[in-house]
């Protein structure tokens, strides 16, 4: 009697993602925010110590913004605080940017572009007369570069058909591939 692992109900795995930018964004306001309460601490120590003869930061502040009456400059600032506020409402929902590719499996497995520009590479390196090649994976689209005898007119239907069959291993159907053959030319030295 063998035993089968119980494996349970199926998850959805979530994809994997690049880190959200509102992350830096409250990275960089926490630090700002840490400098103001380090100026409010300071301000109530010399409040609260008599014998400390240094000038307030804050007072100045606030009896400039007390006392201030319309000035032109003020309305582009305003529009721009309004643009910032946007931007920065934008940041916070913003979806995150995908970094990885799924697999036509039934395994949750994912893949980087790079990874799959890599595999591709090597598998093209191993069809008859490829003498080196290069892949790039943007968007949609593979770009496989391959570089091969100048005489060899069936080069880019193998290279084509290699890769066409790896994608289809891998489940990447999605991904239309586009080979570019250049002739090899000797190099003398």
């Known amino acids: ?15 994997p993602k690049a880190q959200p930018v509102a992350r830096y964004v409250a990275m960089v306001i926490g630090l700002a925010l840490l400098a ?15 014998d400390v003869a240094w000038d ?6 606030v009896l400039t913004v007390g006392s201030a009456t319309f000035e032109p400059w003020m309305l582009p600032v305003g529009i721009l605080a309004v643009v910032l506020g946007a931007l920065l409402m934008w940041i916070g ?11 036509g499996s039934p395994a949750p497995l994912w893949m980087r ?7 591709t590479s090597a598998q093209t390196r191993r069809v008859a007369g490829v003498l080196s090649a290069h892949s790039q994976v943007s968007g949609k689209t593979l770009t496989v ?16 058909e ?14 239309s591939p586009r080979v570019r053959v250049r002739p090899h030319t000797e190099v003398t030295r």
């Open 113 to 119: 572009p790079t990874d799959i520009a890599r595999m």
């Open 162 to 175: 290699e890769v066409v069959s790896l994608l289809e291993e891998l489940g990447l159907t999605a991904l």
């Open 36 to 50: 103001v309460a380090v100026i409010c601490a300071r301000e109530l120590w010399l409040r609260n110590s008599a």
């Open 56 to 61: 307030s930061w804050v007072d100045p502040v």
């Open 93 to 103: 929902v913003r979806p995150r940017t995908r970094t990885h590719r799924r697999l």
């Open 145 to 160: 570069t391959v570089s091969g005898g100048a005489e060899d007119s069936g080069l880019a239907a193998r290279v084509e």
């Open 1 to 15: 009697m063998s035993a089968e692992p119980n494996i349970g109900p199926t998850r959805r795995t979530p994809e």
